[in-house]
């Protein structure tokens, strides 16, 4: 699923085919563009070959845990500063405080409301441009 991206794009790291089809149409319906894979190893390859914006990151993924790929991240200059929300069905205090210890930088518990990813999104990117011209006072 993932495919080639400019650095203008938000990347889901989710490997449940509904959610990540979920969480790319919504993406989509703010505005963003979207870049969507269903392992660890598949995000930090697409990272290495364009950095995102932001991640979207489940933390229990085959292949890395979400929580090693934000690690890796905090450890690498280009990708580092890049804001990652972590997405998980677990909302036991423990299992978020050791997201945010690997460096996630918010935290959304599944399901996720759209409402609440939307404004966990625009809290670290501005909302895309449109091209629609302002309307007429």
């Known amino acids: 699923m993932a495919e080639a991206a ?6 889901v790291v989710e490997d449940g085919a509904f959610m ?29 070959k364009a950095p995102p ?16 790929v934000c690690r890796w991240m905090r450890q690498q200059k280009g990708l580092k500063d890049i804001p990652v929300v972590a997405c998980s069905a677990h909302a036991e205090k423990e299992f978020v405080f050791k997201a945010i210890r690997s460096g996630v930088t918010d935290y959304l518990c599944k399901p996720v409301e759209r409402d609440a990813l ?11 441009e449109t091209d629609a011209a302002p309307a007429p006072s």
């Open 118 to 128: 939307k404004a966990r999104i625009e809290k670290y990117l501005a909302p895309p």
């Open 53 to 68: 914006r932001l991640v979207l990151l489940d933390l229990e993924l085959p292949k890395m845990d979400g929580r090693d």
């Open 20 to 48: 990540r089809q979920l969480l790319m149409g919504l993406l989509k319906q703010f505005g963003y563009s979207v870049v969507a894979v269903a392992d660890g190893v598949a995000a930090i390859e697409q990272m290495v």
């Open 6 to 11: 400019s650095d203008d794009y938000v990347l």
